[in-house]
């Protein structure tokens, strides 16, 4: 069973910046597409990003374009998402989530393992 971690949420002003981590126990994401989802109180889930399991993909919620920056690195332990000109309404709990697939897709539906989450509080 794949377990993945999620890491580096935290308080930030308005127009900061922070990096997520997403981490796999006892497995490596060589053969998973990665997204990124978020969760405000009152509001659905959204996907905000997601990266092919090869790297070579990358996709991007139009509310996000331009300011966050998906990757993973070269062994595949881990899955980024750099987060620059923070909003406040980028403020949520920020989930990653895993498929074995090669392709990455927005949707939820679509990933079989997730992570417990990590807050993300944009405010001065």
């Known amino acids: 069973q794949l377990q993945l971690v999620e890491s580096g949420g935290g308080l930030v002003q308005p127009g900061g910046s922070l990096r997520l981590s997403c981490a796999a126990s006892?497995?490596?994401?060589?053969?998973?597409?990665i997204g990124w989802f978020r969760q405000a109180p009152g509001k659905e889930r959204e996907g905000v990003s997601c990266i092919s399991n090869s790297g070579s993909s990358t996709n991007y919620a139009d509310s996000v374009k331009g300011r966050f920056t998906i990757s993973r690195d070269n062994a595949k332990i881990a899955v980024y998402l750099q987060m620059n000109s923070l909003k406040p309404e980028d403020t949520a709990v920020y989930y990653c989530?895993?498929?074995?697939?090669?392709?990455?897709?927005?949707?939820?539906?679509?990933?079989?393992?997730w992570g417990q989450g990590t807050q993300v509080t944009v405010s001065s």
């Open positions: 989530a895993a498929v074995r697939r090669s392709s990455c897709v927005l949707g939820g539906f679509y990933y079989d393992y």
């Open positions: 006892r497995f490596t994401l060589d053969y998973y597409a």
